[in-house]
């Protein structure tokens, strides 16, 4: 089963032969390129390595599910077969989104194996796949008080106390991934356009988008560097570990798990703010919907975001919910 997807810890491109002149073919590179199963190009197509490790536990489950061994397995997958998975993924209690992740993953794959006359059909059409859950995202956003409390959380008279000031402005005032900061490089911080310095940000699948640089954080981000001393390199990691024991320099950037736990949750559980689904998106939650409630155009806020499609950024705009706007603070006895 394992040999029929490639494994996420090589490239998928990996499992393709290597053409040494990329203008011209061998026969033998030819053939070798024309045997190369249709998975694994269905695979070389997706960009995140996040997704292609979703996706490819999904299949494997479907796989181990249906019992599938060889390529041509595929062939006689019916939509029966996706009907009792999808009866035993709702059997493990999964949430409808997940299952839904499931079923796409699934379709993707037999949309491409159908483009490449591997099977006849798609089975997952017609399949009825769970309801959306909620057009708001799970994730709470903070309040404008909380958010001005947790800017102010951090020491500032310590190294550490700057830098975290510094990821904090930087998630709480442009919206970005965790992923995204932790990629910031000294040179992306005041990337000058039009005359007012952007962040330069990698999202998702690699693409490069421009969010211009909040004043303050701009500020916060020259004190932590000046206090750093790594401003003049302009290739290092703009955030880094105050001390790492695990590589015994600093010269690493933050991983994305050590942005969230060690200091985003680090400061919300010292101010004493918590909540179901707190997690690790509470930041860009937040910054997007701060950025609605005070009149950014949604399809401003699609592109500041790094959103594909509007609908992920409108679970965000929660302008019809405000707590405030409720008829209970209306009544007056």
Not at 164 to 185: F, N
Not at 277 to 303: C, S, Y
């Amino acid at each position: 089963m394992h040999s029929l997807l490639p494994q996420l810890e090589n490239p998928v491109t990996s499992d393709l032969p290597v053409v040494a002149d990329p203008s011209i073919l061998t026969a033998l590179q030819f053939r070798q390129l024309a045997d190369v199963p249709p998975a694994i190009e269905w695979f070389a197509n997706i960009d995140n390595p996040q997704t292609r490790r979703a996706y490819e536990n999904d299949l494997r489950g479907f796989m181990q599910f249906a019992g599938i061994a060889r390529p041509e397995d595929f062939r006689i997958v019916t939509r029966s077969h996706v009907l009792a998975w999808r009866k035993s993924l709702e059997a493990q209690l999964l949430g409808g989104s997940t299952i839904r992740r499931k079923l796409a993953a699934l379709s993707s794959l037999f949309e491409h194996l159908c483009e490449s006359n591997a099977v006849t059909h798609n089975p997952v059409k017609g399949v009825k796949r769970p309801a959306v859950e909620s057009q708001q995202g799970k994730t709470p956003a903070l309040g404008d008080a909380q958010a001005r409390a947790l800017l102010c959380a951090p020491d500032a008279a310590t190294l550490k106390g700057k830098r975290d000031r510094a990821i904090l402005s930087t998630l709480l005032y442009h919206g970005i991934r965790r992923a995204e900061l932790a990629k910031l490089k000294v040179k992306d911080y005041s990337q000058t356009r039009r005359g007012v310095a952007h962040l330069r940000v990698q999202g998702k699948g690699g693409k490069m988008r421009f969010v211009p640089t909040h004043p303050g954080t701009l500020t916060l981000i020259e004190e932590y560097l000046e206090a750093a001393g790594h401003g003049q390199n302009q290739d290092a990691p703009l955030f880094r570990p105050v001390k790492n024991n695990v590589h015994g320099h600093t010269l690493t950037a933050l991983t994305p798990d050590s942005i969230y736990f060690e200091v985003v949750l680090k400061y919300l559980n010292k101010l004493g703010i918590s909540g179901e689904n707190m997690g690790p998106h509470v930041m860009r939650a937040t910054a997007a919907t701060n950025a609605l409630d005070n009149g950014a155009d949604i399809a401003k806020v699609q592109e500041w975001l790094g959103h594909a499609n509007i609908a992920t950024t409108r679970i965000y705009d929660h302008r019809k919910t405000r707590p405030e706007d409720s008829p209970t603070f209306k009544v007056s006895y």
